[in-house]
């Protein structure tokens, strides 16, 4: 079995002076020091996405592909933008199919009063639709430009790492899981089993 769980941090905001990037940084800085989570980024701004479905010969589509496809599990760092998610977000979202299947997904979110959970609910719906596993539990952020200090890091250290810990543990049982489901021991593709 595969010893480690190769976590996708997916960026929720494309926005020029965006907050996400300090949000993100955050989350990607305290998975590191889990042992057993490699973590890789994905980020709208940096995909540049085509607006128009053109297929997956695009070569932004096939570098989500490829990075959604290496994917164990997936942390989405979204906003709330006007009660729901970004179209950003719902555009990589969309460029996607097969590659999200059978995989959990975990939520941080940041806003004003609400910490951005009415995005989180919305996206649960996407989700659903793609066959993901989504956790119940959410890092969320409320008035989140006055919950980071001038480093990047949560004022409420020890609480924030304790929560996304929290999560994280249960994205890895459900990664464990579905992985098996997904690759039988007796099938698991050679770049897996060994």
């Given at each position: 079995m595969k010893e480690t769980f190769n976590v996708a941090v997916i960026y929720g905001s494309a926005r020029e002076g965006r907050f996400c990037d300090t949000v993100a940084s955050w989350v990607v800085r305290t998975l590191k020091t889990d042992r057993e989570i490699t973590v890789?980024?994905?980020d709208p701004a940096v995909?540049?996405?085509?607006?128009?479905?053109?297929?997956p010969e695009h070569p932004a589509v096939q570098e989500l592909h490829?990075?959604?496809?290496?994917?164990?599990?997936?942390?989405i760092v979204t906003p709330e933008y006007n009660h729901s998610f970004t179209?950003?977000?719902?555009?990589?979202?969309?460029?996607?199919?097969?590659?999200?299947k059978r995989k959990p997904l975990a939520f941080v979110s940041y806003g004003?009063?609400?910490?951005?959970?009415?995005?989180?609910?919305?996206?649960?719906?996407?989700?659903?639709?793609?066959?993901?596993?989504t956790m119940r539990d959410v890092v969320s952020f409320?008035?989140?430009?006055?919950?980071?200090?001038?480093?990047?890091?949560?004022?409420?250290?020890?609480?924030?790492?304790?929560?996304?810990?929290?999560?994280?543990?249960?994205?890895?049982w459900w990664a464990d899981a579905l992985r098996?489901?997904?690759y039988p021991q007796h099938q698991l593709p050679d770049a897996i089993a060994s």
């Amino acid at each position: 079995m595969k010893e480690t769980f190769n976590v996708a941090v997916i960026y929720g905001s494309a926005r020029e002076g965006r907050f996400c990037d300090t949000v993100a940084s955050w989350v990607v800085r305290t998975l590191k020091t889990d042992r057993e989570i490699t973590v890789d980024t994905i980020d709208p701004a940096v995909l540049n996405l085509p607006a128009a479905n053109t297929g997956p010969e695009h070569p932004a589509v096939q570098e989500l592909h490829a990075a959604l496809a290496d994917a164990d599990a997936f942390i989405i760092v979204t906003p709330e933008y006007n009660h729901s998610f970004t179209g950003e977000l719902k555009l990589l979202i969309d460029a996607a199919k097969a590659q999200w299947k059978r995989k959990p997904l975990a939520f941080v979110s940041y806003g004003g009063m609400s910490g951005g959970l009415r995005a989180v609910e919305q996206l649960r719906l996407v989700f659903a639709e793609l066959h993901v596993v989504t956790m119940r539990d959410v890092v969320s952020f409320a008035n989140a430009w006055d919950r980071f200090d001038d480093t990047g890091n949560p004022i409420d250290e020890k609480s924030t790492n304790a929560a996304l810990h929290h999560m994280t543990t249960d994205l890895k049982w459900w990664a464990d899981a579905l992985r098996e489901a997904r690759y039988p021991q007796h099938q698991l593709p050679d770049a897996i089993a060994s």
